[in-house]
């Protein structure tokens, strides 16, 4: 059990054991059991979109997996090691019912993912859909997954949009209206389904913490984001350099918007 946790990592704890027993718990065996990879609310395919690196092979870390149900895809389509890190008991109870079900070899810690007890350099991919990417400070668990990675990782995320953000009013899920500015948008403290915070920072200002990332890593740093219009800056790309890191992989896939237009929650 992690020790000093952070005050929204405690409510981010009680809202995720209540969600468990809600819904994620009944929804994971068939999640678990889908072959293919999606993304988001609308369900664009992996296949189309192109976001993760040909994943045969990679160690992979996921930082808020929750039921852990898209680790279980990335390890279905070749990752070597998914470790799946979360910060509440109940949700990693149903991962590991899930894992033994389904006989697919991943590993789980409970742990804040903005300070993981593990080696720096252990992983290929650092992954968040929807995890520590809403649910953890960015200028903490993105230079965390840094740390995490070896040379030439990748961090890939996926979290709401600028536009959800600044059109969700706390009472109700998205709205019409353009309700909260986005200058200076960080932490957005939740009451309404209970006490409840999330983190969101401006695309450019994430563009800024990964490129920060990047310089800090021991060679000159390179940071992308998909680049096509129409395709989401939700799911931002951000390799580690290395010695051996060329120019990014993926700028844009086929162009099919992946991003979520309603609060996950
Ligand atoms: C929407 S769920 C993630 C869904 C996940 N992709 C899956 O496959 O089930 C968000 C998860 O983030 C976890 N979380 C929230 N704050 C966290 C923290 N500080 N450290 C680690 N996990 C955290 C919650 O416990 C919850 O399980």
Redesign the pocket.
């Known amino acids: 059990m992690p020790e000093d ?2 005050d ?2 405690l409510t ?2 009680e ?2 054991t209540r ?2 027993a809600e819904y ?1 718990n009944a929804r ?1 065996r068939q ?1 678990w059991a889908q072959e293919h990879i999606h993304w988001g609310v609308w369900k664009n395919p992996e296949s189309e979109l192109r976001i993760l690196p040909d994943l045969r092979g990679l160690e992979v870390i ?11 895809w990335l390890k279905k389509h070749g990752a070597a090691r998914v470790v799946g ?4 008991p109940a ?1 990693l109870e149903t ?1 590991r019912a899930m894992n033994e079900e389904f006989g697919l070899g991943l590993e789980f810690i409970e ?4 300070d993981v007890p593990l080696s720096d350099g252990s992983f290929d991919l650092a992954f ?5 990417s ?3 400070d960015p200028f903490k ?1 993105i230079p965390e997954a840094a740390r995490l990675l070896r040379p030439a990782g990748e961090l890939v995320f996926m979290c709401n949009t600028d536009l959800v953000q600044v059109c969700s009013p706390d009472k109700e899920r998205v709205s019409e209206r353009l309700v909260l500015p986005l200058r200076g948008m960080h932490r957005l403290d939740w009451t309404s389904e209970g006490a409840s915070t999330e983190f969101h920072i401006p695309t450019g200002t994430c563009s800024g913490c990964c490129g920060v990332l990047a310089s800090r890593s021991s060679t000159a740093g390179s940071c992308t984001r998909a680049r096509t219009p129409w395709t989401t800056p939700t799911t931002p790309t951000c390799r580690r350099s290395g010695p051996e890191s060329g120019p990014p992989r993926r700028s844009g896939g086929p162009g099919r918007l992946s991003g979520s237009p309603g609060r ?1 929650a």
């Open positions: 946790l952070p929204y990592a981010a704890r809202h995720w969600s468990n994620t994971a999640r996921e930082l808020g997996c929750g039921t852990a149900y898209f680790g279980a890190v979360d910060i509440t949700q991962a742990a804040n993912a903005e968040s859909e929807y995890g520590a809403i649910w953890c668990w996950m």
